[in-house]
């Protein structure tokens, strides 16, 4: 069993700033790329940002020059950077990790924008 455990989400105005954490296995975390995925209500889930192993990111084009996906290998831990926040932004934020062939998931966290 792999568990992903988020924390960091909550309530902004709009132009604020959040940061979401994932910590992950130790294991796992150091040989796996780690993603960032958000579905809003009615909508399906889209990847935000991704790092791989080695630090190569990703990211969707909505969120590009606003969100900084980074991670800690000491502390197994991977991190969403969130500025510039829109009510567009607003959705449930998960923690993914492919392993074994099998994708995993964080809790979700909620992200609410207001405008």
């Known amino acids: 069993q792999v568990q992903l455990v988020e924390s960091g989400g909550g309530l902004v105005q709009a132009g604020g700033s959040l940061r979401l954490s994932c910590e992950a296995p130790g294991r796992i975390f150091r040989l796996n790329a780690m993603g960032w995925y958000r579905q809003a209500p009615g909508k399906q889930r889209e990847l935000v940002a991704a790092?791989?192993?080695?630090?190569?990111?990703n990211y969707a084009d909505s969120v590009k020059g606003r969100f900084t996906i980074s991670r800690d290998n000491a502390k197994n831990t991977v991190y969403l950077q969130m500025n510039s926040l829109e009510p567009e932004d607003t959705a449930v934020y998960y923690c993914n990790t492919r392993w074994l062939a099998r994708d995993y998931w964080g809790q979700g966290t909620q992200v609410t924008v207001s405008s």
């Open positions: 790092i791989t192993s080695g630090g190569s990111t």
